[in-house]
């Protein structure tokens, strides 16, 4: 006679992770205190890699591109063409006047990606 023994339920081995509570001010030093505590590395090597993520993100804004940033949107630096000089009127007293030519100029943007805006729209704001 062969005897079995049954086998007992596994229960799931405790996460070596502790649950880590997200800081209530969002600043670069919580961020970094948080990410460093979450994943168990040391804050300094959090800080070079989010400084580099931060510069690879800007060097590619103002080459022109639009960089993605995560799943909240894209960033990007929009180019508004210059204008000529040209005459209009003032609002107030009608008088003719010339309206100044300007300066092509850069604008940083940001767009939002819908899932991110509708995820927000449900939010509770407190």
Avoid: C, W
């Avoid at 502790?18 to 961020?31: N, Y």
């Avoid at 989010?50 to 591109?65: C, K, N, Q, V, W």
């Amino acid at each position: 006679m062969s005897t079995k023994k049954s086998a007992a339920p596994k229960t799931p081995a405790p996460s070596k992770k502790t649950a880590v509570k997200l800081p209530e001010k969002l600043t670069m030093t919580t961020m970094v205190a948080y990410i460093s505590e979450k994943h168990e590395i040391s804050k300094k090597q959090v800080r070079e890699i989010t400084e580099d993520i931060f510069d690879i993100m800007a060097a590619g804004a103002l080459r022109g591109e639009r960089v993605p940033v995560g799943k909240i949107g894209k960033l990007f630096v929009r180019v508004k063409p210059a204008t000529k000089a040209r005459k209009g009127r003032n609002p107030l007293t009608g008088e003719e006047m010339t309206i100044p030519a300007k300066k092509a100029t850069k604008v940083p943007k940001f767009t939002f990606l819908k899932a991110f805006k509708e995820e927000a729209l449900k939010a509770k704001v407190k």
